[in-house]
C-alpha cells in the first residue's frame, strides 16, 4: 500500500471525526489559492502530457518553482522523481501525480522525528519566546496564542520586550486586555531588564504560559545577535530550560525573502519553530516545504485566516490534503 493511498484512509478516518474534520477544512480553505494555482496547473500537465519525458520534467520543475517550494529542494525533488519513474517504470502521468504527493510529504518529514507540538515546562511558567522582523504579524500572533492557550484553560502573561519601537509595547498591552491575559512592559528601557522583571511577576502569580515579544530591527543583525543572546541569559537564569521555545513569524505572502529571514535569524538565534502567517494570503503555499529544507526548522503553527481562532498547528497531513485534495 503506496503512502497515497494511506494518506487517502486517513483523510477519510479524520472527516468522520468532527473536530479533525473542521481542522481539514480551514487547511481545504487557507490553500484554496495555491491549489487553484499548483494543482489545477499540475492536471493540465497530466492532460497535455500522457507520458512522462523529458519535456514533462522540465514543465514540472516550473511548476515547482513557481509554487514558491525552492530552487534547492526543487532539484532534490525532480532528482527523487527521475529516480522512482525510472526505478518503478513510471510512464503514466495521472500515476505520477499520486508519486508527487508521496514525494513532498517525504521532502517535509525526512524521516525525523517532527513534531509540531510545543515544549511546554514540566513545572512553572511555559516561557515562549516571539522572534520576526516588524510587520510579519507577530504581535497578533502572540494575541491569537494567548487566545488558544486561555481557550485551553491556561493563564496567560505577555511580556513587552520591543521597547524601543513607537508604540509596540501600548500595541502589546491591548492585546492582553482583549484576551484577558496578564501584562507586564516598559517603554524606551533595557528589553532584558523588563522581561527579568516580568517573569519575577510571572512567577509570583503562577501563570501557565508567558509569551515574550521582541524588537525585529533584522538589518543590524550584530546589534539584534547581542540582544537576543542578553535576553535568553537572563530568561535562561530565571527560569532552568527557559526559552521553551523561540517560534520565528514569517509572513507567507513574502515567498522567498521569508526564508531570507528564517535564515538570518538561525544564525543569531536558536529557533525551535515557525510559524507562518497569512497562509491563506498567497498563492505560494509551497514555501512550508521551502523553509524546512532550507533551514530545517519545523512549522508549528500556520495562520490560515483574520480570526482569532484561524492560527492553528501545523499538520503535514492536513497540509498535504489542502493541496492536493482534488486528487483524493
Do not use: C
Not at 487547511?27 to 487553484?36: A, I, M, P, S, V
Not at 510529504?105 to 516571539?130: Q, W
Amino acid at each position: 500500500m503506496g503512502l497515497f493511498s494511506k494518506l487517502k484512509d486517513i483523510f477519510k478516518t479524520k472527516e468522520k471525526d468532527e473536530v479533525k474534520n473542521e481542522e481539514i477544512q480551514k487547511y481545504d480553505q487557507g490553500l484554496e489559492k495555491t491549489r487553484n494555482e499548483f494543482v489545477s496547473k499540475l492536471n493540465l500537465l497530466g492532460i497535455k502530457y500522457t507520458k512522462v519525458n523529458e519535456e514533462y520534467f522540465e514543465e514540472l520543475e516550473n511548476l515547482l518553482i513557481m509554487a514558491d517550494i525552492g530552487v534547492k529542494t526543487v532539484m532534490d525533488f525532480i532528482d527523487r522523481l527521475r529516480k522512482r519513474v525510472k526505478s518503478e517504470n513510471i510512464t503514466d502521468t495521472k500515476y505520477l501525480n499520486e508519486v508527487i504527493v508521496d514525494e513532498l510529504f517525504i521532502i517535509y518529514v525526512n524521516n525525523e522525528a517532527i513534531t509540531d507540538k510545543i515544549n511546554m515546562a514540566a513545572s512553572g511558567p511555559t516561557v515562549i519566546l516571539m522572534v520576526g522582523v516588524n510587520g510579519v504579524g507577530k504581535t497578533t500572533t502572540i494575541a491569537k496564542l494567548a487566545h488558544k492557550y486561555k481557550s485551553e484553560g491556561k493563564s496567560i502573561m505577555m511580556i513587552a520586550g520591543d521597547t524601543f519601537r513607537a508604540g509596540a509595547v501600548e500595541q502589546l498591552k491591548i492585546w492582553a486586555e482583549r484576551t484577558n491575559s496578564e501584562f507586564y512592559g516598559r517603554e524606551n528601557t533595557d528589553p532584558a531588564g523588563v522581561i527579568f522583571d516580568g517573569l519575577d511577576v510571572a512567577i509570583n502569580k503562577n501563570i501557565d504560559i508567558v509569551l515574550i515579544d521582541t524588537a525585529g530591527r533584522l538589518h543590524n543583525k550584530v546589534n539584534l545577535m547581542k540582544e537576543l543572546e542578553k535576553i535568553n541569559k537572563v530568561i535562561g537564569n530565571k527560569i532552568a530550560g527557559a526559552p521553551h521555545e523561540t517560534l520565528l513569524v514569517i509572513d507567507a505572502t513574502t515567498g522567498q525573502n521569508g526564508i531570507m529571514q528564517a535564515e538570518a535569524f538561525k544564525e543569531i538565534t536558536n529557533i525551535t519553530g515557525i510559524v507562518l502567517t497569512k497562509l491563506d494570503g498567497t498563492a505560494k503555499g509551497g514555501i512550508v516545504l521551502a523553509i524546512k529544507e532550507a533551514v530545517g526548522i519545523p512549522v508549528k503553527f500556520v495562520g490560515l485566516g483574520e480570526k482569532m481562532t484561524d492560527l492553528i498547528p501545523f499538520d503535514i497531513e492536513n497540509y498535504i490534503y489542502g493541496l492536493f485534495k482534488d486528487m483524493f
